[in-house]
């Protein structure tokens, strides 16, 4: 029997396992989840919930965890192996003029893009001002909705556009002869 938040058919977001690689980060990095929760500047409680999957982190949560635990932002969120480099400022900071410049390149009215991405025009142009952080799967979705990378949505990192789906033609069988 497949767990309920399984769907057959389609693929599973890639922000779906972000509590499984949380646990093996922090267990990497031989660190309580208490530990973890203080050496990023939440509640002691914080790890555990989304270690549990009880809460999606915001993108700029994920990147201070992932500073933290010395892996990439982008695989601890995504599962998007991205070399780790330490910088000085967020990458998560840029995120709202990523957002707003991609709208305009699509023409995508606030609206448009909000109803493409399955959440009110309103949660659009607060990001986009930088009037609100969105959440990992907020992120992927709109990345989804501009087809980007949604690493690159959220940090900047890695190539822009995702590469071309192959087509089921283009995987055929081996000639019989």
């Known amino acids: 029997m497949l767990p309920s938040a399984v769907v057959r058919g389609r693929r599973n977001p890639q922000h779906h396992a972000f509590a499984l690689r949380l646990a093996r980060a922090r267990k990497a990095a031989d660190m309580s989840g208490a530990a973890l929760s203080l050496a990023v500047g939440m ?10 999957g009880v809460r999606i982190p915001r993108v700029d949560t994920v990147e201070k ?11 601890l969120a995504y599962g998007i192996e991205q070399p780790c480099e330490p910088v000085a400022e967020s990458l998560s900071a840029g995120l709202p003029a990523r ?6 390149e699509r023409v995508f009215s606030h609206r448009e893009l909000g109803r493409l991405a399955g959440m009110s025009h309103n949660f659009v142009r607060k990001t986009e001002t ?7 799967a907020n992120v992927e979705a709109l990345a989804h909705a501009l087809k980007v990378s949604c690493c690159w949505l959220a940090y900047g990192v890695g190539d822009r556009d995702l590469p071309p789906r192959r087509s089921r033609s283009a995987v055929s ?5």
Do not use: F, Y
Request: aromatic letters at 2%.
């Open 65 to 75: 965890l992932a500073k933290v635990l010395h892996v990439s932002p982008c695989m």
């Open 173 to 177: 069988s081996p000639d019989p002869r």
């Open 99 to 104: 957002l707003a410049q991609l709208r305009q």
């Open 43 to 52: 509640t002691s409680n914080t790890a555990w919930s989304l270690e549990a």
């Open 130 to 136: 930088g009037a609100t952080v969105p959440t990992i």
